[in-house]
C-alpha cells in the first residue's frame, strides 16, 4: 500500500506494517520535550498519576528547555524554574539547560535542532504546540498538552490519530527579496487558520529542497497556524550535512511514495510570489507588502523560533548596514548559540552583531521574550497601542503583550527594511 | 458523565484561540494549588475582545469582574475553537470557571486532545451553524444519550455529532482514568 512519509513513520512507531489516516494508534515516543511553563504542571500530573514513588520512562529521552519566561522578575514565573530545577536535580536528568548555566540554550524548538534531538525517521512529542517545527528533519514531531505529556512521561506511549496529508510543493528559485516565512504566510492565506486542522502538512520541490535547515524550520514552525498536527520535510544532503555535524545518531530517512494519497495538493512557482505579511488580527489574514506599505510602525522586532535564526540575521543585516532604525526595534537571538553566532559570523566583513547595534537594535538576552506577550517586564513586549512589525508566528489579539496593539507578521527582509523607514517597507526597496 | 446537564449558552464566534481563552500573562499560577488555581477561572475567555464575547450582541464578560466561576456553563462556538498554542490551561481555565460542555462547529486538535484528555471538557461537534442561532443567556439542555442540544425557551432540538473514538475516555474522566480502567497502566 503506497503511504506518505508521515503514515510511514507514525507505522514504524506503532510497531505496525501500515496505518491509515483516521485510524487511532498507540505510539512510541522517541522524546518528549517541555519547557517552563507546561513542564510544571505535567511533573505535577504525573506524580498525582503513578504516585510519589513515579518512575520517567527513559530519562535520556526527555528534554527540558526553559525559554519562556526567563529574563523576569515576575515570582510566579521564576518559581516555574524553580520546579523544573527541583524535578532535575530530583531524578538526575541528564537533558535538562538550566538558567543560569553554560548549559542555557534558549527557545526550544531552535535547541533541540542545535542539541540534535531532531533525528530523521522518529517521533517527537512536545508541550509546544511550535513542536512541529522539528518535521524539518523528517521525522514526526507535534504538539500535545500537559497530561498527554505526563502520560508518556510514566509510559513512552501515547496515542494519535493518523492525520491525512497536504502536500505543498514549491517550484522555482527563490528570489532574494523572498524567504520562507513569505512562502508560509503566502500558504496561510489560502488555506486559513483550520486549514490544516488534525492534518500533516508535506513540502516539498526544488524551492523547499534549495532552503537550508532554519528556512525549513520556518515552513514547519507555522504548520501550527493552520491547524495543522504536524508539518514535515524529507530528509536529504542539506539534513545529513547538519546531522553530521552534531551528532553520530543513525537514522532511517523516509520518503513519500510517489502514489500516496494526499487530502489535496498544492503548487507554486516561488518567483511569482511577492513579500508577504499578515495582518492583525490573523496569521491567515495575508497580503502583500505593497499593499500595506507606510502604515506606521511604532516597533518593531526580529526574534523567536520562526524568526530569531541566524539566517533570519543575516537577511536583517543585508539590509540594516548602514542605516539606522527609525523605531524601537528588538532583536532576540533564539539561542545563546545563535547569540554567539552574531559575534562570529561577518556581512561584507563587519560582524552581524555590530551591524546590528551600529543601526540602533536592542539586542535581547535569548528566550521566547515578548513572541507571546510574557510578563509585564519582558522586554520588546506590546504596550497599549503599539502597532508592531514581527518575524514571529502569531499575531492573535494580544498574542505580544497588549490587546489594543497590533501585530504585523513578516520576513525578516521585510521587518528590518520596516525599521529603517518607521513605516512598512518592501525589502525590494533596500535589495 | 451524566445523562443530561441543563444551564445557560455563552455564544462565541469562530476562531478563538488560546491566547482569548487564557492569556499568555496568566499561565504561571500554579494548576495543583487550590486557591491559587482559581485565578484560572477568573480569568477565562478573559481576552475575547469585547464585541465578540457573548454574542450576539457583545460586552458580556464569561466570568464577571472579582468573580472566579461563569453564569455560563455551555459554549456554543463557531470555527477551530482552541486554536493557538497547545496550553492545557485553556480548557482546564473554562472548566475551572465551572464549564465543561463546549459545542462547536470544530476544534483545534491541541485544545480538543486536552479537553478529551484531561477530562476537563466535553467537545460536542455541531451538525450544523449554531452561533447565530443561539443568543447568549438561553437556557439550553444537552442530552448525551442522543447527541442533542434543546433550547429550552422554544423547544427547538440540534443535532450534535457522535463523539466517537474518544467517547470511552471522555466516560472514563480523562485519559489516565481511561488507561487504568482498560489495564495499560496500574492503579496508585
Ligand atoms: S519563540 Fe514564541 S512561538 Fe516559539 S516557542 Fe517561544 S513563545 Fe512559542
Known amino acids: 500500500m503506497p503511504m506518505t512519509i508521515t503514515e510511514k513513520i507514525l507505522a514504524k512507531s506503532a510497531g505496525k506494517k501500515s496505518v491509515t489516516p483516521g485510524e487511532n494508534v498507540w505510539l512510541n515516543v522517541d522524546v518528549l520535550m517541555t519547557h517552563d511553563v507546561c513542564g510544571p504542571p505535567t511533573v505535577q500530573i504525573w506524580k498525582r498519576e503513578f504516585g510519589e514513588k513515579a518512575e520517567i520512562w527513559d530519562k535520556n529521552k526527555l528534554v527540558i528547555f526553559p525559554d519562556h519566561y526567563i529574563f523576569t522578575k515576575n515570582t510566579h514565573a521564576n518559581r516555574n524554574v524553580s520546579i523544573l530545577r527541583e524535578f532535575a536535580d530530583q531524578y538526575n536528568l541528564p537533558n535538562y539547560y538550566d538558567v543560569g548555566t553554560d548549559r542555557y540554550k534558549g527557545v526550544c524548538h531552535i535547541a533541540l535542532a542545535e542539541e540534535a534531538y531532531n533525528i530523521p525517521g522518529t517521533v517527537l512529542f512536545g508541550t509546544d504546540s511550535h513542536t512541529c517545527t522539528s518535521g524539518a528533519f523528517g521525522m514526526f514531531s507535534t504538539g500535545v498538552g500537559n497530561t498527554d505529556a505526563a502520560f508518556i512521561l510514566g509510559t513512552g506511549k501515547i496515542w494519535e490519530k493518523v492525520p491525512e496529508s497536504m502536500k505543498f510543493t514549491f517550484n522555482g528559485k527563490l528570489p532574494p527579496y523572498l524567504t520562507a516565512k513569505d512562502l508560509i504566510l503566502h500558504i496561510l492565506g489560502d488555506i486559513t487558520t483550520d486549514g490544516a486542522t488534525y492534518r500533516a502538512m508535506e513540502f516539498d520541490g526544488e524551492a523547499v529542497y534549495a532552503l537550508p535547515m532554519e528556512e525549513r524550520m520556518t515552513l514547519t514552525n507555522m504548520a501550527i497556524e493552520a491547524g495543522g498536527m504536524s508539518g514535515i520535510i524529507a530528509a536529504d544532503e542539506v539534513t545529513e550535512a547538519f546531522l553530521k555535524q552534531r551528532t553520530t545518531k543513525s537514522y532511517e530517512i523516509f520518503r513519500s511514495d510517489a502514489d500516496a494519497k494526499y487530502f489535496s495538493t498544492y503548487t507554486y512557482n516561488v518567483e511569482k510570489l511577492e513579500p508577504t505579511v499578515a495582518k492583525p488580527h490573523s496569521p491567515d489574514n495575508r497580503d502583500i507588502v505593497r499593499n500595506v506599505q507606510g502604515t506606521k510602525l511604532t516597533k518593531c522586532y526580529i526574534g523567536s523560533c520562526t524568526g530569531g535564526k541566524m539566517f533570519d540575521f543575516m537577511q536583517a543585516a543585508k539590509i540594516l548596514i548602514n542605516n539606522k532604525v527609525k523605531v524601537p526595534t528588538f532583536v532576540v537571538p533564539a539561542s545563546t548559540d545563535i547569540a554567539a553566532q552574531l559575534e562570529v559570523e561577518t556581512y561584507k566583513g563587519i560582524s552581524l552583531k555590530q551591524i546590528l547595534q551600529d543601526a540602533g537594535c536592542v539586542i535581547a538576552q535569548s528566550s521566547c521574550a515578548a513572541c507571546l506577550g510574557g510578563p509585564a517586564d519582558t522586554i520588546g513586549r506590546a504596550v497599549d497601542k503599539d502597532v508592531v512589525i514581527s518575524t514571529t508566528n502569531r499575531n492573535f489579539p494580544g498574542r505580544m503583550g497588549s490587546k489594543q496593539s497590533e501585530v504585523y507578521l513578516a520576513s525578516p527582509l521585510t521587518v528590518a527594511a520596516s525599521a529603517v523607514t518607521g513605516v512598512i517597507t518592501d525589502p525590494r526597496d533596500f535589495i | ?188
Do not use: W
Open chain 2, 1 to 188: 458523565m451524566d445523562k443530561k446537564i441543563s444551564g445557560f449558552a455563552y455564544v462565541l464566534g469562530n476562531n478563538i484561540d488560546t491566547d482569548q481563552i487564557i492569556p499568555a500573562e496568566h499561565l504561571v499560577y500554579s494548576m495543583s494549588d487550590e486557591e491559587e488555581s482559581k485565578k484560572y477561572g477568573q480569568f477565562a475567555l478573559s481576552s475575547v475582545p469585547k464585541k465578540e464575547a457573548g454574542l450576539p450582541h457583545g460586552g458580556i464578560p464569561f466570568v464577571d469582574e472579582g468573580k472566579n466561576t461563569s453564569l455560563y456553563n455551555i459554549i456554543i462556538a463557531g470555527a477551530n475553537f482552541g486554536c493557538g498554542s497547545s496550553r492545557e490551561h485553556a480548557p482546564y481555565a473554562i472548566n475551572k470557571a465551572g464549564c465543561n460542555v463546549v459545542i462547536a462547529e470544530s476544534y483545534a486538535r491541541i485544545f480538543y486532545r486536552n479537553a478529551v484528555d484531561g477530562g476537563f471538557l466535553v467537545p460536542y461537534e455541531c451538525e450544523q451553524k449554531l452561533n447565530d442561532k443561539i443568543h447568549t443567556g438561553d437556557k439550553l439542555e444537552i442530552d448525551f444519550e442522543r447527541n442533542l442540544l434543546i433550547d429550552l425557551s422554544d423547544h427547538r432540538e440540534f443535532k450534535l455529532k457522535p463523539l466517537g473514538d474518544v467517547l470511552p475516555i471522555i466516560e472514563a474522566g480523562g485519559l489516565f482514568e481511561y488507561a487504568r480502567k482498560t489495564g495499560m497502566i496500574k492503579t496508585v
